[in-house]
């Protein structure tokens, strides 16, 4: 069954800790992303990574840090120096062809207690 | 700079009564327009992909259009299983993706 899979579905974090979210595909997907997404307002751009062992910047990547060790996977961590991280995460997937649309994972809801 | 604009914010519709959704954008070179459906607590579900003016694409009660400053989708009508959250975005030339911040969709039996 393929698709995009992402853990935990909740997470609940104190101040000060690091977290570490799960996003894994088995669509073939060269490209993956990360987004972050806040009540009224659109999906913004953590990071994204086109290809293995190479990753790049979104437009709010301060305070996050992600790897990309195998194509399937593509994990956030989210730092203690992110100031504001309660938000849902989507994780995206896209194919190599520079047309096609991106998919996207069911999302983790990240709460900082 | 690049961006997409969604309206209304939310609709509120009676079980049958069409309606229309729109997304107005900036890009400095359309790659593809996408319009996705949320439901709430979940991840985004793909619709529909518009590369060039003038072309059109339907699933079902959705019918998405693409003009060179604009999309609309419209929704012929619908049911309460249509309530949702639509989302537009963008792709440029630089392969990067813009997303507006959807239209709130409430359909009412």
């Known amino acids: 069954d393929g698709g995009i899979t992402q853990s935990p579905k909740y997470l609940f974090r104190k101040e000060g800790q690091n977290v570490t979210l799960s996003c894994e595909q088995n669509?073939?997907?060269?490209?993956m992303y990360w987004y972050r997404q806040d009540p009224g307002q659109g999906l913004r751009l953590i990071y994204y990574?086109?290809?293995?062992?190479?990753?790049q910047k979104g437009d709010i990547a301060e305070g996050y840090s992600v790897s990309r060790e195998k194509k399937e996977s593509f994990p956030l961590t989210v730092t203690s120096a992110q100031k504001n991280p309660t938000a849902f995460y989507l994780c995206?997937?896209?194919?190599?062809?520079?047309?096609?649309?991106?998919?996207f994972g069911p999302g983790t809801r990240l709460t900082v207690l | 700079e690049d961006q997409v604009t969604q309206s209304p914010e939310a609709l509120r519709l009676q079980e049958g009564e069409s309606s229309s959704l729109n997304c107005s954008y900036t890009?400095?070179?359309?790659?593809?327009l996408f319009w996705y459906r949320q439901d709430p607590g979940k991840g985004p579900e793909f619709l529909f992909t518009l590369y060039s003016a003038g072309e059109e694409k339907e699933k079902e009660r959705l019918k998405a259009t693409l003009t060179k400053k604009e999309s609309f989708l419209h929704i012929t009508a619908p049911k309460p299983e249509d309530s949702a959250t639509y989302l537009c975005a963008v792709q440029n030339t630089g392969n990067q993706f813009y997303f507006g911040t959807g239209t709130s969709l409430t359909v009412i039996p």
């Open positions: 990574s086109q290809i293995v062992n190479d990753f």
């Open positions: 890009v400095s070179g359309l790659r593809g």
């Open positions: 669509l073939n997907h060269d490209a």
């Open positions: 995206a997937t896209k194919d190599r062809s520079s047309y096609n649309e991106q998919f």
